[in-house]
């Protein structure tokens, strides 16, 4: 690696932990990186990137712990369903290519998108109650989640981060607390594998592993001290939703090379 490759994955890794712990999503940036400037192909890309998916993780939790956002109470019962999914979801994404599921998610992110701009600013007030959910309901929904981090980590942030804040009313900072323990927890098992069946590039993925562990520390800090946390974390959300669906179809290619 060139020392211009080295400063840039450190700054691309920095600006994933910022966006990762704040909104979601980061691995954008990190795919993106791994698969157009370093030039790894999509499963090594995939696997290189949890790298700095758990180093940020650990990170973060340790601000949030510090700043008391992490309120785990019954939410393990939830998280460890994602656990399970994400196991799943690895063994699939060593096994076949993640081009299917890029095609899905953009459509899904579409969605999911319109429904927050009509009805997301409801879901970032803190006095609403915690909804009590059927286990039929909650483990399939949690280890579809899981299986899709598993898979391909891309966007799996928005999806669980809005299904918490809308239907089980956790506020966004702390659902963000909530959903980094699931996503480093699974991580630190997805290494292994994707490891073994040589799959992580760790020279690069360590790297970029250094900003983004940095990037998620200082974002958990600030989010735990910064007045209005929560409402400029969902508009980090949107914003990033959008550069995502952008990205998506195609139209930042065709913005920047018209």
């Avoid at 956790?170 to 991580?187: D, F, G, R, S, W």
């Amino acid at each position: 690696m060139s020392v211009y490759e080295i400063s840039f994955a450190i700054i691309g890794g920095f600006i994933a932990g910022c966006v990762n712990t704040l909104a979601g999503n980061g691995s954008v940036i990190t795919l993106g990186f791994l698969t157009e400037v370093m030039g790894l192909p999509g499963n090594v890309a995939n696997g290189t990137n949890r790298l700095g998916i758990i180093t940020q993780g650990i990170s973060s939790l340790q601000a949030f712990y510090k700043n008391k956002k992490i309120p785990l109470g019954n939410a393990w019962k939830y998280l460890i369903w994602g656990v399970f999914g994400a196991i799943a979801g690895t063994i699939v994404a060593i096994n076949i290519s993640a081009s299917g599921f890029i095609i899905v998610y953009k459509y899904l992110l579409l969605a999911l998108f319109l429904f927050m701009i009509f009805q997301g600013k409801k879901a970032i007030h803190t006095d609403l109650p915690e909804l009590t959910m059927s286990p039929w309901i909650y483990i399939p929904i949690f280890f579809c989640f899981g299986f899709y981090g598993g898979f391909i980590q891309m966007g799996m942030g928005i999806f669980i981060l809005a299904f918490m804040i809308f239907y089980m009313k956790y506020p966004l900072i702390e659902a963000n607390a909530l959903k980094i323990i699931m996503v480093t927890t699974y991580t630190g098992i997805a290494i292994p594998m994707f490891h073994y069946f040589g799959l992580v590039n760790w020279k690069i993925g360590l790297t970029i592993a250094i900003g983004q562990g940095f990037g998620g520390w200082l974002t958990a800090h600030m989010s735990g001290k910064t007045k209005n946390a929560e409402t400029w974390a969902y508009r980090f959300l949107i914003f990033i939703m959008i550069v995502t669906l952008l990205k998506l179809f195609g139209f930042l290619n065709w913005l920047f090379h018209p």
